[in-house]
């Protein structure tokens, strides 16, 4: 559930799972292509991701895993996801009631610049409430692209009749991921302390807090 967001960066790490919710009695909001010009004037595109777009999406999420930065807890060595997995992620992500994939591209080549994924439990009395991970290429960071994300997010779970709640962990030394998430409506509801295990820069084990952060929207 969740991820934890970059502090300088504002790179999340997209969540995997796959139990998503799915049910006959709601109706799922279509997500609108959006199209805007980041910081430097360069236009781009946030849709819906496709399965098609699995191989590229590939390259971009590996990319940052390569990065080894202190604010994902998924170590690259650990992420295994093949191309079949990716288009079968997307393909249920796209199936599923509550799961959206939001992808930020380039507005020529197509190329993804951003991704955004979220659903909820398959528990019903914890179905209300959906969780999301980001992460956005490196060389696009700082863009306005990964606010363009979330801000999409909100819209697709505002418009949701079976949603009111959205959730996201992050690290506490993370002080420019929460001023993100502040000014889009985010406030933090508590503190997992010590809950993220990372080495430090001199080669030690550290732990650090997470803040556990929602924006309510019933």
Not at 33 to 43: I, L, M, Y
Not at 50 to 73: H, K, N, Q, T
Not at 108 to 126: A, H, I, Q, Y
Request: hydrophobic share 40%; charged share 30%.
């Amino acid at each position: 559930m969740g991820a934890v967001s970059s502090a300088s960066l504002q790179v999340a790490e997209p969540d995997r799972s796959t139990n998503e919710r799915r049910g006959p009695n709601v109706n799922k909001p279509a997500i609108a292509v959006t199209r805007r010009k980041d910081r430097r004037g360069a236009e781009f595109v946030v849709r819906e991701a496709s399965p098609d777009d699995a191989a590229a999406l590939l390259r971009m999420i590996r990319g940052v895993f390569d990065e080894r930065l202190p604010e994902l807890v998924t170590r690259a060595e650990e992420f295994d996801v093949t191309e079949e997995k990716e288009r079968e992620f997307l393909l249920k992500h796209r199936e599923s009631e509550s799961s959206a994939a939001f992808l930020a591209v380039d507005a020529e080549s197509d190329e993804p610049l951003g991704f955004l994924n979220g659903g909820v439990t398959s528990r019903w009395k914890l179905a209300h409430v959906w969780n999301f991970g980001m992460s956005v290429a490196k060389p696009h960071r700082g863009r306005g692209i990964g606010r363009t994300l979330l801000e999409q997010a909100v819209v697709f779970v505002e418009a949701h009749p079976g949603l009111t709640k959205i959730s996201l962990e992050v690290i506490a030394d993370n002080a420019r991921a929460i001023r993100l998430y502040e000014s889009l409506g985010f406030e933090p509801e508590g503190r997992r302390i010590k809950g993220v295990r990372r080495e430090a820069a001199d080669g030690t084990v550290e732990y650090v807090d997470e803040i556990l952060m929602y924006r309510w929207l019933g």
